[in-house]
């Protein structure tokens, strides 16, 4: 029997995710690093073996239903239970754009990945997560999911034309306060981490902040205390506006 923590974190190959395993398996966590390319999610594992973590490469394609299901059967089989889940992996499809003009099958891909597979991997490893007792949930959100920073003719953030990434990271959202609601009183939390603006193939390289600043704000979620908050958004500097 495992006496770690068993934390999962899909999307964790490269980026922010993988910054987020490193961190947890630097607080002690045995960390699932979750990968829809087992072979990129190896080389990750193994990198962070290499400095001396508990962590594990676990295939997992979050808008293939088989490959979820697999991935909590072993998970079950193994460990028993799930501590955290890092709901991480999400895609600004290839072609995304403003509302005039974005093409539906680039809007239903970014909803494909970002919500409707967030929220299969969820369902998945729930009863995983509730057999912990004091588990968390933290989804990856983004300043761009903000009405009230999209909304601001003088925010950086209305001039952004990607309506597949908004929308869906704004229903993931949702998802959050939703689930939150659900599990009240459970023992477990469930919040949106936003990273801000960081260096990876997604935000840019040229993006101010490291994975690792962008990770802290996710795995400080991850480890809440049992009074911790539940339902919110949160970037470094605090509770995110809706
Ligand atoms: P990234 O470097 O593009 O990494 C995204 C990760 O998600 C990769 O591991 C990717 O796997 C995985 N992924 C994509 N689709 C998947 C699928 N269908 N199944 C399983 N895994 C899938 O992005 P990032 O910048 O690290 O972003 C991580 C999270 O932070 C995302 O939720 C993003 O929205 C959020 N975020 C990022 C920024 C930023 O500035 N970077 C800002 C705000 C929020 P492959 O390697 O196989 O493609």
Do not use: H
Not at 9 to 17: D, Q, R, S
Not at 58 to 73: F, K, N, W
Not at 113 to 141: C, E, K, M
């Amino acid at each position: 029997m495992d006496t770690n923590k068993i934390a999962l974190v899909t999307g964790a190959n490269k980026g922010i995710g993988k910054e987020i395993a490193r961190q947890l398996g630097e607080r002690g966590f045995t960390v699932l690093v979750g990968s829809r390319d087992a072979e990129r999610g190896a080389v990750a594992a193994k990198e962070l073996v290499a400095e001396g973590l508990d962590t594990r490469v676990l295939q997992l394609e979050v808008t293939d239903a088989a490959s979820i299901r697999t991935a909590a059967g072993e998970v079950e089989a193994t460990y028993g239970r799930l501590d955290v889940l890092v709901n991480n992996a999400a895609i600004i499809p290839e072609g995304d754009d403003g509302v005039s003009s974005i093409e539906a099958g680039v809007l239903r891909s970014a909803f494909e990945t970002n919500v409707l597979g967030l929220v299969a991997v969820t369902q998945a490893f729930l009863p995983l997560l509730q057999r912990a007792g004091q588990a968390r949930i933290v989804n990856l959100s983004t300043s761009l999911a903000s009405f009230a920073q999209v909304g601001d003719p003088e925010s950086r953030m209305s001039t952004v034309r990607t309506l597949g990434y908004n929308a869906s990271k704004a229903a993931v959202n949702m998802v959050t306060v939703m689930l939150a609601n659900e599990l009240r009183g459970t023992g477990v939390l469930v919040n949106a981490a936003d990273p801000g603006n960081c260096a990876t193939d997604m935000g840019g390289w040229s993006a101010a902040r490291t994975p690792a600043q962008g990770a802290a704000v996710a795995v400080r979620l991850a480890m809440l205390p049992a009074d911790g908050p539940t339902g919110y958004v949160y970037a470094e500097e605090g509770q995110l506006p809706w």
